[in-house]
């Protein structure tokens, strides 16, 4: 897929700090990367520096093959930009903002009208246009701003943040435009949310201290979680220590955890070895055995173990030493 974004040795310092510390990723048309961090991670340094509202102390940003430092006014062209709080002019309303947005973008007449007329249907702002902005619910100023960014019909979409203070309504309604435009557009979403990355996002990373730990799709991601494929039972407490001895001899199994023993019901967690398939083995094993197993199910691991996993560099955890 074509290149639209590319970071080369990203580098930004304030003073002592290091905000952003040699990042490199490329983003191409199709892709919706999530931008995951901790607060203070770099996220916002690095999508401001995208943006061309920062420049970096080292290393380059090329946006459609135009370099952010020498050729801003072509970048600013291609991007669209909804910055964290998606600061507007609360005096004016969404229709006189959006004309004065269009207008910047060089539309005017009818051109100016049809585009303005779409965002607004895109984000469904039609009851609320004519209403000061500083009137309005946080929810409906993170739309004004979405549709700011979006009135030009940019080839890159950077996002902080993009579904800030809506409702789980307005929520769903964003995150299908976001699949609906990922097509045609390359879009990059900074967001704390991590069911947003699993709904909308192709590929995800994960910053902190300013420095690249994890790349991959989120089922990547996920798979990279401890309990990722493990499988829970749960049998009569007069057979858990049988079936303990059964399971941890099968070759395919890592380690047998016991996780609740409650009314004569006893679970264990079943882990497998390099995050493998183990459910057949398991319930073979149940049969041939006669063990009677009175649930069993497989965990899927979860993005947020990665994340806190990644991010704290928490011990023996594979999420937290893989690709770091």
């Keep these: 897929m074509p290149e639209m974004i590319v970071l080369k040795n990203l580098t ?17 048309i199709g892709e919706v990367l999530g931008f995951l961090g901790p ?5 916002s340094t690095t999508m401001r520096m995208i943006t061309g509202f920062i420049e970096p102390t080292s290393g380059t940003v090329e946006v459609c093959g135009h370099d952010v430092v020498r050729d801003l006014v072509a970048v600013k062209r291609r991007i669209g930009y909804l910055p964290e709080g998606a600061p507007t002019y609360g005096d004016m309303t969404p229709e006189s903002y959006l004309g004065f947005i269009a207008e910047i973008r060089g539309f005017d007449g009818g051109d100016k009208r049809h585009r303005i007329d779409e965002v607004v249907a895109k984000v469904e ?11 309005l619910s946080k929810g409906f100023k993170r739309r004004v701003g979405l549709a700011q960014a979006m009135i030009h019909d940019p080839d890159i979409l950077i996002m902080d943040e993009p579904t800030d203070g809506l409702d789980p309504n307005q929520k769903h309604q964003v995150r299908s435009l976001i699949r609906e435009m990922a097509a045609s557009k390359a879009i990059v979403v900074s967001t704390h949310i991590l069911e947003e990355v699993e709904a909308v ?22 798979a990279r979680a401890p309990n990722h494929n493990a499988v829970v039972i749960a049998i ?42 183990i459910a057949a ?44």
């Design 12 to 28: 930004k310092r304030f003073g002592p700090l290091v905000a952003v510390d040699n990042v490199s990723l490329t983003v191409g």
């Design 125 to 135: 702002l039609g009851e609320v246009m004519r209403q000061p902005i500083e009137t």
């Design 281 to 324: 083995d398991v319930g073979e094993l149940a049969r041939a055995r006669n063990i009677p197993v009175r649930e069993m199910f497989v965990e899927r691991g979860a993005l947020d173990e990665v994340f806190r996993a990644i991010t704290t560099g928490s011990p023996g955890s594979r999420a937290g030493t893989a690709d770091a």
């Design 201 to 222: 996002c192709s590929r995800a990373v994960i910053i902190a201290r300013g420095r690249l730990l994890a790349d991959g799709t989120p089922e990547e991601l996920v």
């Design 236 to 277: 009569d407490a007069a057979h858990a220590e049988t079936a303990r001895r059964h399971l941890e001899a099968l070759s395919s199994v890592k380690a047998v955890d016991s996780i609740g023993l409650s009314d004569g019901v006893a679970r264990l967690r079943v882990l497998p070895r390099n995050a493998g398939l």
């Design 39 to 43: 607060n203070g991670a770099g996220k």
